[in-house]
């Protein structure tokens, strides 16, 4: 494995792309562009359980959490989705470049807290991840309160080897209230910890953040990107807030006790976030791909290459973009008394 994989963010490229008209920093130009290829990322099944079900935190998951979100798997993905290891990855990277999606590719480990296994049992299966010659390494969905060092240690070990290494941390919000609100059982001490601690080995990070959750104001949505702005996580995914069948959720929507996020609002606070984004973070997704069949609401399509063209427009109405709204101290200049200016 070559030893030259970018292990932090180029804000070059991403000033490049803001000078050629971009609005924010798209997750997937920059790949290409960092890479000098098409990047894809290949969804992969390790049958990971999750302590907010298995009744180490808790047996009922996240209020909207529909049995590891299994349902929003890709057609392509289902046929394999409980095979081996190897025959998942051959299968799914044969087909990502069938179909013209890349060159090589990041191996999405994604259903249920993928971090959260004995160290032994973690190793086999990152192993297993990597065991393709156009693999150049792994984006790892978890939660940051499964961490623990000896894990980021094992991970900082592939980012030594040379392979490219994400956490993708399921943080939803900044705020406890929330947090307790949809029962994810950790806060942002976790995610802070979890974030410094990767950059300390080489591992890129990305939060997973939801819009429209219960009893959160859009200036607290708009606080959470402030706040991931400051802790100077690398990336972020951004999707509205799904009532998903057969969760705790959908009581809470039936009985009108929580209202789903119209479109309207959705693409709104979308650009509002990005506004409130610091410019250097990538966007890698503005929505949610997800059919009408498996969710009670919203009803509106959600599907990102619907959401993202309207979430631009907004932005070019609003004649803004990522970072127009982002600043935590005042310059030099500013500090000045006023009498003096």
Partial sequence: MKKDIAKAVDYGIINKMYEEGFLYAAFGEYMRRSHNYNMFKVPFNANFSCPNWDGRLSD???VYCPNF???FTYESFRKVINKGLKEQLYHQMDHYKKVGAGEKGL???AFGTNTYAPIDELKKIYDAALDHPDVVGLSIGTRPDCLPDEVLDLLGDYVKKGYEVWLELGQQTMHFHTVEAIKRRHGSAEM?????EA???GILTLAFMILGLPGETPSEMRESARILSALEVDAVKIYPLLVMKE???TAQYKSGAY?????TEYVSLVADFIENLGPNVLVQRVSKDCGLDGKDAPLWDTHRWVVAPKVEKALMIRGTKQGSKYKLTLSADELLPLDRK
Avoid: D, M, N, P
């Fill in 69 to 71: 979100a299994r349902q």
């Fill in 107 to 109: 191996v999405y480990i």
């Fill in 259 to 263: 209202r789903a996020i119209s479109e």
């Fill in 192 to 196: 802070i910890r979890a974030v410094k």
């Fill in 199 to 201: 950059k300390k080995r």
């Fill in 60 to 62: 009922t998951g996240c």
């Fill in 247 to 249: 969760t705790g959720l």
